[in-house]
């Protein structure tokens, strides 16, 4: 039972994935209904997610150019991620990768997605979103993959100045009505300039993913360490040698 409702509210794209207080609140729920611990039902669950992933990775990268316009055009990062059953995070780090200016971007006319994404911003022109990521966009570099984590990390600081954090071409972006996205508090930095929508909506989808992103990794991580004393502790007892 607690195998098959992972898939099935994996599959469905339930709330849960896109909130993590509704996330914990789920897997407390369900692991008393059903008799299994939180950590075993968090186990079954994120097996679920990757072989979801593994199917469904391919075509939502396939479509990263209309996702971008949807961006562009009004849609918050997080609708994005709900509507296409995708982790927030990984969402925002496909915006961030095509929209912001990143260590090694070469120019527009030498990658051709810049100039496509403009020429089709507003539903004009031919659809041809898989030939166009597949053909233009670059592999990153160590320097932009590392530019991009951090981003995630610290949007405020990475992503906060729109005119220096953005390509000039899409700084309308961060003009464009907000009847579509979710709602988001006001945020100033340090020298009271207000935080651009781009690292406002990239922390927003951050924090609301309980699967990915800079916290999941953190916690993960950190598990594994409690883990790996725990073992060692263990063979000590039993006089076993243990080496990291």
């Known amino acids: 039972k607690a195998e098959a409702w ?9 709330g849960m994935l896109f909130s993590t207080e509704l996330f914990a609140a789920e897997m407390t729920r369900v692991s008393r ?19 979801h ?11 990263t150019m209309r996702h971008v316009k949807s961006y562009l055009n009004g ?36 990658t051709g997605i810049n100039t496509n994404i403009k020429q089709e911003q507003l539903g004009g022109g031919k659809n041809n979103d898989a030939k166009s990521t597949t053909n233009n966009t670059t592999k990153a570099s160590a320097g932009t993959r590392k530019f991009i984590t951090q981003s995630l990390r610290h949007p405020e600081k990475m992503l906060g100045c729109a005119s220096t954090s953005i390509l000039p071409e899409y700084l309308f ?28 909506e990239v922390r927003e989808a951050v924090e609301c993913d309980p699967m990915y992103g800079p ?4 916690e993960r991580h950190n598990i594994g360490i409690e883990y790996e004393l725990l073992l060692e502790y263990t063979l000590k007892n039993m006089g076993i040698p243990f080496e990291t």
């Open 6 to 14: 992972c898939r099935e509210t994996v599959s469905a794209g339930h």
């Open 33 to 51: 209904e059903l008799g299994v611990s939180v950590q075993a039902l968090n186990s079954l669950f994120r097996n679920a997610h990757v072989t």
């Open 53 to 63: 992933m593994k199917r469904t990775s391919h075509s939502v990268r396939n479509q």
């Open 75 to 110: 849609t918050s990062i997080l609708k994005l991620a709900k509507k296409c059953n995708y982790p927030p995070a990984m969402m925002a780090r496909f915006i961030v990768e095509n929209v912001a200016v990143l260590p090694t971007r070469q120019h527009p006319s030498s």
């Open 173 to 200: 972006s961060e003009k464009v009505s907000s009847n579509t996205t979710d709602t988001i508090p006001p945020s100033l930095d340090a020298n009271n300039i207000s935080l651009s929508r781009l690292s406002l």
């Open 215 to 218: 916290r999941s990794d953190k």
